[in-house]
Every structure is written in structure tokens, then in C-alpha cells.
């Protein structure tokens, strides 16, 4: 028998004693209101007749005046419907008795009305026959009240039997229907519960046919299943990750894994052999703790706090001394976000560390910074003479040139400047990478800067009649920075908003202080045709030039390469902000001088 049927039959069963109790009690009300209805009927109709049977006999006690012929009347009607309401044993006989009185007192009156004395001779008879019918229907009402009662107490014991036994059935069903349908349940959660904790072992015990039955083979034949996928799957596991850990292993970079709650979970032996620590003392560990124990992890998670732009401006080269002699790595710190398909959102999962042995690229780009160094040297005297002789042919002291010769030596003459540049900014580039560039830091009045920079730039304004608009307050604190280099920066981007800007526009240059009051921000702001978004961090790539609409190519694609790094030094940072057709905004920041160096400056 299934569930459904056993609580089915549990609910009839359970109607059926709701409906015999009711229909018993109903018949139990109706059988005593009939009793009590033909006890009322019967003899209290005949005791309420005796009675005024006998309030007629008290108004014909009368002696001194004629018979009263209405009460006589009265009482023959009254006789003749206790004659109809004959209900007990030997009333009749008193009823017959009460009329032969009549009969014959009615003779007597026939022939002398006037006599009372005649009436009153038969009195005591009458009252006689008449107390005996109320005795007789009194006697019969309480028999008949009695017997009422008998069978009320016994309808009562039947009912209240009756409702006993609804409800030790009602209780025996609440007890065994909910409990055979939760144990199987408990015994389902149960397994379910070894099932989450991967124990594929906890069957459910199949009784019966019901449907938990048939649930319980469905959920072990799942658990069989659900073994012989863990095993295969454990096996491909376990194939992968050894898999896995051999390309990591084998790797030659270093490579270290952190969670999301900073704890090492992956640690390739490069890396163990790069913090000298062994692998067994990495693993499970904090980044803190370690971080704690060794210098190198405590500089590598350092950059774990950067934020993901700031860490693409930024590539952490790091240097480490290995058997006598210094190697070059550079650190690549990677966020690692997983979709939770469960919250419907992206979540942070852990951080992957590099390190990259760049020793090789270094020399190199050692072997090239000495080859621009010395090229640059070696080519910076060749072209200063050739600009002196070039000045002397355009003076004519060397002789005269006419109007053609003068133009190709200003031809000459110009070029001849701009590879000058280009050797300068070689030989600034080279100074950068190999950090011999020299800085001289003192508190400096950003206000002075900018009007020297406005000032110099006065005779490139004119070609294009451009404007400048010089919008620096003069109680701005002072900064701590270069002055010369801070100045070729200035010039260089007023160079550049001067090539891009249309004729008879307006340049803008504007500086504030920030909203911690620790930096200065200056601002060189332009009209020009902008820059896409996908080259405003290229512009600051070296050699990177990128053409106007009018096919013009900038110089040799390194002032603002140059200019990020003289910034970059003093503590700064350079950006540009730009839309297509809407100008561009080139922004640097300097570090307001401490208390220190404005005591010195003074």
C-alpha cells in the first residue's frame, strides 16, 4: 500500500467516526425531543384538563341560586376532550364513570332546574373521578419523566463512549501517519548528509512499495552512480593535477599562488630557490608571516596592495644576487576573479606572483643605453660644427649666397637643429636608464615656473596668433622639485598644445593644490583635435608617434617618454586626459615641500 493510500484511508476513517458520532448524537436529540414532546402531549394535556375540570366544579358550588348552566357546559366540553386524550390504563373507566354522573345528574335536573341541592348531591363524585384522572396522568408524567431520563443518561454513556473511541482512533492515526512519513524522510536527509560529505556509502533500507520506496532505490541507485563517478573523476583529477604540477614544476619563471585570504597555496621550486625557503615552510602559510621572515616576499607582496593601473604603469624590476653576481627579475603580480554562479557576480579568488629572469634583456638593454650614449656623444660635436659652419655660410662672412643658396643652408640649418634635439634627448634617455641623471631638489615656486615657461614660449605663439591663459594663484605652497627639469616639461608640453591647436585659439594653463595638500597639480590644456583612448598611454611610450589628421609626425617620439620620467623622479605623476574633437589636458603633480626644505629654502 502506497503513502497517498494510507493517508487517504487515515482521513476517510477519521470522517466516517466524525459523521457515526454526529449522526449518533442527532438521533439521540431527536429521540428525546419525541418523549418529551408526547409526554407534554398526553398526560400534561390531560393534567391541565383535570384542572380546570375542577375550577369548573368550584363556580357550581353554589347552593342558594339556580344551577349555572354555562359552567355545566363548560365542564361537559372539558370532559368530552380528556374523553379524546385517553393515554393511560384505567382512565378510560374514570372518564366512563364521570359521564354515567353526568347522564344521570342531567335526569335529575330535567325534571326540577331549580333544585341546587340536586347538583350538589353528586359534587363529591365528581370531584372524586376528576382528582383520581389528574393522580392517574401526575403518576404517568413523573413515570414517563423518569424512564425520560434513564434513557438521557444511557444516550449520554453512548456518546461519550463513542467520542472515547474517535478519539484513540484520531490519536492513533495522528501518531502513525506523520511518523511513517518523517522516518523515511530522516532516513533520506540522513543519507543526503553523507552524501554532501562525499560518503556514497549511506543507503537508504528499502521497505515496502510505497513512494518513499521508490524514492529510496532511485537514491541509491544515484549513490552508485555518483561512487563510480567520484573514482573516475578523482582519477582525471589527480592525472590533471599532477599534470599541472609538472608544467609549474618545469617552469623557469617563479611562480607563487595566494588565495583571498593571503595563504600560499602554490610555490614552484624557482620560486622556493629564489627566497631561499624550502617549499614544505611556504605552503599553507600567511603572506604576512613569510613576508615577515624574508626580504624578498615582503618586497614582492608590497606590490599585492597596488591597484591593478597602477601596477600597468609600474613593472617592478627587482635584483637579486646569485652566486657573485647580480640577476635581474621582473615581478608580474595578476588578480584572479572567478564568476560565483551561485551569487550571479564576479568574486577576487587570489593573486598570482612571476618572477621573470630578464638578466639577458637587461644586458642588452645595457649594451644599447652605452651604444645610444656614445653614439650620441660622438655625433653631438660632428653636428655642432656643422650648425657653426652653417652660421657662418648665412652670415656670408665665409662670402656671399644668393637667394637660393640662402634657402637650402636655412633648409640645412634646420634640420641640422633638429637632429641636435634628437641627440639631446638620446643622450637625456641614456642618462635615465643608466640613473646617473642628476637632480637638484629645492622648494620652488610653482607660480615662477609656469611664468618663466609662458614667458619663453611668447615667439612660437605668434605664427598660429594663439593665446595663452595663465590661471596659477600666487599662494599655492611651494614644491619640492627640479627646477630645470621641471621647466623643459612645462616647455615641452606648451610645445606640443601649440603644434596641435588651431590658429586664433587659446592654450590654458592652470595649477591647484590637492585635497590632501600634498601635491600641486599644473594642467596644460588645448583645443586640438584630442587623442583616441586607445593611444593616450602609447604617447608615453618612447619612439611612439602617432600622425595627425593633417599627416603630421611629432619629433623623435621622446619628449613626453622623457617628460613622464623627470616627473616620475621627483615624486610625480604625468597623464593626459583627452576626447576626439574636444582637445586634450596634460596633467603632472609635484610633492608640496615639507617644513624642512621651505626652513632651508628661506
Request: hydrophobic content about 40%; proline content about 4%.
Amino acid at each position: 500500500m502506497n503513502l497517498k493510500t494510507k493517508i487517504t484511508l487515515a482521513f476517510a476513517s477519521m470522517l466516517l467516526l466524525l459523521l457515526g458520532v454526529s449522526g449518533y448524537m442527532l438521533y439521540s436529540l431527536n429521540r428525546l425531543d419525541r418523549t418529551s414532546r408526547n409526554v407534554l402531549k398526553d398526560n400534561l394535556y390531560s393534567v391541565n384538563l383535570g384542572q380546570q375540570m375542577l375550577q369548573t366544579l368550584d363556580q357550581l358550588q353554589v347552593r342558594e341560586a339556580p344551577v349555572n348552566r354555562e359552567a355545566q357546559q363548560r365542564f361537559e366540553l372539558l370532559l368530552a376532550r380528556e374523553a379524546g386524550n385517553i393515554t393511560e390504563p384505567g382512565e378510560q373507566q374514570l372518564v366512563d364513570s364521570l359521564f354515567d354522573r353526568v347522564g344521570e345528574l342531567n335526569r335529575y335536573l330535567a325534571s326540577d332546574t331549580t333544585s341546587p341541592q340536586i347538583w350538589s348531591a353528586h359534587m363529591a363524585s365528581f370531584r372524586r373521578l376528576t382528582y383520581r384522572m389528574v393522580a392517574l396522568n401526575t403518576q404517568a408524567l413523573t413515570r414517563k419523566n423518569e424512564a425520560a431520563n434513564r434513557t438521557s443518561s444511557q444516550q449520554t454513556r453512548y456518546v461519550l463512549a463513542l467520542l472515547t473511541f474517535a478519539v484513540l482512533v484520531a490519536l492513533l492515526f495522528v501518531l502513525s501517519v506523520p511518523e511513517a512519513a518523517v522516518v523515511p524522510l530522516r532516513r533520506l536527509s540522513a543519507s543526503i548528509d553523507h552524501a554532501a560529505n562525499q560518503d556514497f556509502t549511506a543507503s537508504i533500507p528499502v521497505e515496502g512499495h510505497d513512494e518513499f520506496a521508490t524514492v529510496g532505490r532511485s537514491f541509491n541507485r544515484m549513490l552508485v552512480q555518483l561512487q563510480s563517478y567520484r573514482t573516475s573523476t578523482l582519477a582525471e583529477l589527480m592525472a590533471e593535477r599532477n599534470r599541472v604540477t609538472s608544467i609549474v614544476n618545469t617552469l623557469d619563471e617563479g611562480l607563487l599562488l595566494i588565495d583571498q585570504n593571503r595563504r600560499l597555496i602554490v610555490v614552484n621550486p624557482v620560486a622556493s630557490t629564489l627566497l631561499a625557503m624550502p617549499t614544505e615552510k611556504l605552503l599553507g602559510r600567511r603572506a604576512d608571516e613569510v613576508a615577515a621572515e624574508n626580504d624578498l616576499f615582503r618586497e614582492m607582496v608590497r606590490h599585492l596592495d597596488v591597484s591593478a593601473p597602477q601596477r600597468e604603469q609600474e613593472t617592478p624590476l627587482l635584483t637579486i644576487a646569485q652566486q657573485g653576481e647580480e640577476v635581474y627579475y621582473r615581478l608580474s603580480v595578476h588578480d584572479v576573479v572567478s564568476f560565483n554562479e551561485a551569487l550571479d557576480k564576479k568574486e577576487f579568488v587570489g593573486s598570482i606572483l612571476t618572477l621573470r629572469n630578464i638578466s639577458e634583456f637587461k644586458k642588452l638593454d645595457q649594451a644599447k643605453s652605452n651604444f645610444l650614449a656614445t653614439v650620441s656623444h660622438e655625433l653631438k660635436t660632428p653636428l655642432s660644427s656643422i650648425n657653426f659652419s652653417l652660421k657662418l655660410l648665412q652670415n656670408g662672412k665665409v662670402g656671399p649666397l644668393n637667394a637660393e643658396q640662402q634657402n637650402i643652408v636655412l633648409t640645412l640649418k634646420q634640420e641640422n637643429q633638429r637632429l641636435l634635439k634628437l641627440v639631446g634627448e638620446l643622450i637625456d634617455v641614456s642618462r635615465l636608464e643608466s640613473g646617473n641623471i642628476q637632480l637638484n631638489f629645492q622648494p620652488s615656486h610653482m607660480h615662477d615656473i609656469v611664468q618663466f615657461a609662458a614667458d619663453t614660449i611668447q615667439l612660437q605663439l605668434k605664427p598660429k596668433q594663439l593665446t595663452l591663459d595663465v590661471q596659477v594663484p600666487a599662494n599655492l605652497p611651494p614644491v619640492r622639485a627640479d627646477i630645470e627639469k621641471t621647466t623643459w616639461v612645462l616647455l615641452n608640453l606648451l610645445a606640443n598644445a601649440i603644434r596641435y591647436s588651431p590658429e586664433q585659439e587659446q592654450i590654458r594653463i592652470n595649477a591647484t593644490l590637492s585635497d590632501d595638500s600634498q601635491q600641486v597639480q599644473v594642467s596644460v590644456q588645448d583645443n586640438g583635435p584630442g587623442i583616441a583612448p586607445q593611444y593616450q598611454e602609447k604617447i608615453f611610450q618612447r619612439f611612439v608617434q602617432i600622425p595627425d589628421k593633417n599627416g603630421y609626425k611629432g619629433g623623435s617620439g621622446l619628449g613626453l617618454s622623457i617628460a613622464r620620467e623627470f616627473i616620475a623622479s621627483q615624486g610625480g605623476q604625468l597623464w593626459v586626459s583627452s576626447e576626439l574633437g574636444a582637445g586634450s589636458s596634460f596633467s603632472f603633480t609635484l610633492p608640496v615641500a615639507s617644513r624642512t626644505d621651505t626652513l632651508t629654502y628661506r
